[in-house]
């Protein structure tokens, strides 16, 4: 059983280039070399709705958004967050949580 989704913002026109295809495959990699795959799944959405803070993801069930933070930064989330629980503080970007990040966010409206 999955305990922990993680959205990543691959939509809009910001997220594609602040590397947001890169981080998805990352994370993807991380999640895997670690054998996490039953634990976290890993996906890509549409824009949330957060461009300047791009690149952006979201840890579901914990409602921990991740803004600004670069492909290095990929290993120490999954280390610390998706494998033993703890929260990344320097790279959280706290939103109300959201149980559909991007549903009903046109993501024409994600402007540079």
Not at 28 to 34: E, F, H, I, M, Q
Not at 53 to 70: I, K, Q
């Amino acid at each position: 059983m999955v305990a922990r989704k993680v959205f990543v913002d691959v939509g809009g026109r910001t997220c594609p280039t602040k590397g947001s295809a890169q981080v998805l495959e990352l994370l993807k990699a991380a999640v895997a070399r670690r054998g996490l795959q039953q634990a976290v799944e890993v996906v890509g959405r549409g824009c949330f709705g957060l461009c300047r803070l791009a690149p952006n993801l979201y840890v579901e069930p914990d409602g921990v958004w991740y803004s600004r933070f670069t492909a290095a930064d990929v290993e120490e989330i999954v280390e610390e967050h998706l494998t033993h629980g703890r929260v990344v503080q320097r790279l959280v970007h706290y939103r109300p949580p959201n149980p559909n990040p991007g549903a009903g966010h046109d993501a024409s409206g994600c402007k540079p």
